[in-house]
């Protein structure tokens, strides 16, 4: 199987219906994208598949043919990726950090599809990414903070 992430092509030998995440953290050691539920439901693996926010724990790799897919790892690449990032720094938004990459990834696609999001906008777009911590007020702060408000 075929797989471009991040940018770089991946020859992988994976059965068609593993999930993306495992072929993530365990055959390419990209391990920033996390296991949280296994039913996409917590929003911990999300990753980015033709920029859209998307949950590996249940994508099978037999759906990714073609497609480029983007993790936390790849994100600092660009100038949208990195200025989420600091933000995320500059706001100290995480406590454990678990959840983090996945509200980061689902941040990025919303300032990508509207630079100048509303609060009620913020929480439409996460609202399937859950933070054990409550870092919500700050994750939301950051945004802000991303998009310049």
């Known amino acids: 199987m075929r797989l471009e992430v991040n940018g770089k092509i991946h020859e992988l ?14 055959l390419l050691s ?22 859209e926010p998307t ?19 790849g994100v600092g690449a660009t100038p949208l990726g990195k200025k989420v ?6 706001e100290d938004v995480p406590q454990c950090g ?3 990459s996945g509200q980061i990834m689902s ?6 599809a509207k630079p100048q ?12 990414n859950l933070c054990r911590c409550g870092t919500y007020n700050r994750i939301r702060k950051a945004i802000h903070r991303a998009a310049g408000s």
């Not at 590996?56 to 983007?70: M, N």
Request: aromatic letters at 4%; charged letters at 15%.
């Open 13 to 26: 030998d994976a059965p068609p219906d593993m999930p993306l995440l495992w072929a993530l953290r365990d």
């Open 30 to 51: 990209l391990t920033g994208t996390k296991f949280g539920c296994g039913a996409a439901l917590c929003g911990a693996c999300t990753v980015h598949v033709d920029g």
């Open 55 to 73: 949950r590996s724990c249940v994508l099978p790799l037999s759906a990714l043919a073609g497609k480029k897919i983007t993790t936390i790892e």
């Open 85 to 90: 990032q600091d933000a995320w720094v500059a």
């Open 98 to 100: 678990y959840c983090q």
């Open 107 to 112: 941040a990025i696609a919303l300032l990508g």
């Open 117 to 128: 999001p509303s609060d009620e906008d913020i929480s439409t777009a996460l609202n399937g």
